[in-house]
């Protein structure tokens, strides 16, 4: 494993309290493994009406990408895995999902008291997925700079390890950012290694809480009946910006659309 040729200074930033919400405990783990679980953070009414939102959009995009791209674009391999991304600009149940005071508990906590909505997408594994969704960092996605942004992977229907589960490899995150190799199911900062490895199954409703930098991978969905779904929510203290290169050159931009990147927390309060 060789670090990200942007990431030549990283030093992780252990976490100190007072905490809103979180416990010692699970902030220690954040910071030692690089993830914990908050199980039943939301009620089964709240995760219903989500579903109900997202399931069309995720169909009309499926469809989409069938029609148009032969039904793979990038990552998405219709009747496979989908992401369906940037819900909260089409879809208000999202949006105030987004705004919720979970989230601000948690982004208080762990990225400070000015923090956006970085991206949110869903992501749906169908029965019969064979291949693993292969291991990543999300900042060897896109770069962004600080690279130590928050990921929640919220479940919308029991992931276990029959259906695509998350699995995290503890420790690594504190090296910063790895370099990543495109593979067929996506990109991959792992390859064959041998690396510790910790299943995380969680029910409806619960959320896996990581970092950016937590290498992590999904199981496949070996059930032939069973949409394993989930909804990705990711902060990042205002000021993040994305960095990446255009025709050879670098770029940066701030991540602050104002549609889909608003405010989280300002100062620690709720945005009017
Ligand atoms: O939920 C999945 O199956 C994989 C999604 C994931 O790891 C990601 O979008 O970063």
Redesign the pocket.
């Known amino acids: 494993m060789v670090e990200h040729e942007l990431n030549v200074d990283f030093e992780w930033q252990d976490h100190t309290g007072p905490y809103r919400i979180l416990t010692d405990e699970q902030v220690s783990q954040y910071d030692r493994q690089g993830f914990f679980i908050y199980k039943d953070a939301f009620d089964a009414a709240t995760i219903a009406d989500l579903i109900a939102a997202i399931d069309p959009l995720e169909a009309q995009f499926e469809q989409e990408v069938r029609e148009k791209y032969g039904g793979t674009a990038f990552i998405m391999r219709a009747d496979e895995?989908t992401?369906t991304a940037h819900l909260v600009t089409k879809s208000k149940t999202a949006r105030e999902f987004t705004l919720n005071s979970f989230f601000r508990d948690i982004c208080s906590d762990l990225l400070g008291p000015n923090v956006r909505l970085y991206w949110d997408?869903s992501?749906y594994?169908k029965p019969g997925t064979k291949d693993i969704?292969p291991w990543?960092q999300?900042n060897g996605?896109t770069y962004v700079k600080p690279q130590q942004y928050l990921?929640c992977?919220v479940a919308l229907t029991d992931a276990g390890e029959n259906n695509?589960c998350?699995v995290i490899s503890p420790g690594i995150h504190r090296r910063g950012t790895l370099a990543h190799q495109m593979t067929r199911l996506g990109w991959d900062c792992i390859g064959d290694r041998d690396i510790p490895t910790i299943r995380a199954p969680v029910k409806a409703g619960s959320v896996v809480v990581f970092s950016s930098l937590t290498p992590?991978?999904?199981l496949p969905n070996t059930t032939t009946d069973e949409i394993?779904k989930?909804y990705?929510v990711q902060f990042a203290p205002d000021g993040a910006v994305v960095i990446g290169k255009k025709n050879g050159d670098n770029f940066s931009s701030l991540a602050n659309d104002a549609d889909r990147q608003y405010w989280i927390l300002q100062d620690g309060a709720t945005p009017l």
Request: net charge positive; hydrophobic share 35%; aromatic share 22%.
């Open positions: 895995i992401f997408q992501v594994k969704f990543h999300d996605y990921t992977w695509g998350p992590h991978m999904t394993r989930s990705i």
